[in-house]
């Protein structure tokens, strides 16, 4: 695996939503080696233990990277905290990011903060790709115009009905299915519904690759805390390690 530390200069900051944020920092060395899928981990002032974010963006031109997360504990409160000018420390490109083969319809399947990672993958596909987004409610719906920008075609989906439409991202993607063709299928998000998407796409023969979150300490395979099974060809469970195998697997191989 191929990574650098990094040093990076805040550029940007803002709060996309309540208890949600992006950062834009300069990353000349990491931006050049990311591709859409990978994750950083990132070193906050305090803790021993850094905080993997999933890449929301990458410009090797500006030599920028973008990633959003949501607060879930006192590390990324922390993280937060910073402002333009700040300096952060990180290690990344980390993990094997998406495949991108040739295909004429992609649906990408975004949950909650796991919306984030379908961005560079609908930069990339353009008008091939329809994103399918879900969220509690409408005031915790984000990049909704970004993805727009990309020229794709958006699906919206909250539980409570307050945006879009009312149901889970799954409904969605079935009645999508029901009336347009689709060669291939990526999502990231809350554990069954990455599930529920693989099931649908087995149902229907569509290739589906997911991206795994699970907790982990170091983000290059030596703590083994973030192992997951995995099915093998020969029929065999291997116990895999989401930073360095993944975090971006077959839908059908992950043991859900």
Same mark, same amino acid.
């Given at each position: 695996?191929?990574?650098?530390?990094?040093?990076?200069?805040?550029?940007?900051?803002?709060?996309?939503?309540?208890?949600?944020?992006?950062?834009?920092?300069?990353?000349?060395?990491?931006?050049?080696?990311?591709?859409?899928?990978?994750?950083?981990?990132?070193?906050?002032?305090?803790?021993?233990?850094?905080?993997?974010?999933?890449?929301?963006?990458?410009?090797?031109?500006?030599? =920028?990277? =973008?990633? $959003?997360?949501?607060?879930?504990?006192?590390?990324?409160?922390?993280?937060?905290?910073?402002?333009?000018?700040?300096?952060?420390?990180?290690?990344?490109?980390?993990?094997?990011?998406?495949?991108?083969?040739?295909?004429?319809?992609?649906?990408?399947?975004?949950?909650?903060?796991?919306?984030?990672?379908?961005?560079?993958?609908?930069?990339?596909?353009?008008?091939?790709? =329809?994103?399918?987004?879900?969220?509690?409610?409408?005031?915790?719906?984000?990049?909704?115009?970004?993805?727009?920008?990309?020229?794709?075609?958006?699906?919206?989906?909250?539980?409570?009905?307050?945006?879009?439409?009312?149901?889970?991202?799954?409904?969605?993607?079935?009645?999508?299915?029901?009336?347009?063709?689709?060669?291939?299928?990526?999502?990231?998000?809350?554990?069954?519904?990455?599930?529920?998407?693989?099931?649908?796409?087995?149902?229907?023969?569509?290739?589906?690759?997911?991206?795994?979150?699970?907790?982990?300490?170091?983000?290059?395979?030596?703590?083994?805390?973030?192992?997951?099974? $995995?099915?093998?060809?020969?029929?065999?469970?291997?116990?895999?390690?989401?930073?360095?195998?993944?975090?971006?697997?077959?839908?059908?191989?992950?043991?859900?």
């Amino acid at each position: 695996m191929r990574y650098t530390q990094e040093f990076t200069k805040v550029l940007t900051c803002r709060e996309l939503s309540a208890g949600i944020y992006e950062y834009t920092v300069a990353a000349p060395q990491i931006s050049r080696l990311a591709r859409a899928g990978q994750f950083v981990q990132i070193l906050v002032e305090g803790k021993q233990l850094r905080r993997p974010i999933s890449l929301a963006g990458f410009d090797a031109a500006a030599g =920028t990277l =973008t990633f $959003i997360f949501e607060i879930r504990g006192e590390g990324t409160r922390r993280m937060a905290e910073a402002q333009v000018g700040d300096t952060l420390d990180l290690i990344g490109p980390l993990g094997n990011g998406f495949p991108l083969p040739e295909a004429e319809h992609v649906v990408l399947i975004g949950g909650g903060i796991g919306t984030p990672p379908m961005l560079p993958l609908a930069q990339y596909y353009g008008g091939k790709a =329809t994103v399918i987004s879900g969220f509690r409610s409408a005031s915790s719906v984000i990049l909704q115009e970004e993805f727009a920008a990309a020229g794709v075609t958006v699906t919206l989906c909250t539980d409570d009905g307050s945006a879009g439409f009312n149901g889970f991202t799954t409904q969605a993607l079935e009645a999508h299915l029901a009336s347009h063709p689709c060669d291939l299928i990526c999502t990231c998000g809350p554990t069954p519904m990455m599930r529920g998407v693989a099931a649908v796409a087995a149902k229907h023969g569509i290739s589906c690759f997911v991206s795994l979150e699970e907790r982990m300490g170091c983000g290059f395979g030596a703590c083994v805390g973030c192992a997951v099974d $995995i099915k093998q060809a020969n029929g065999t469970v291997s116990r895999l390690k989401v930073c360095t195998d993944g975090p971006v697997f077959a839908g059908e191989e992950v043991c859900w």
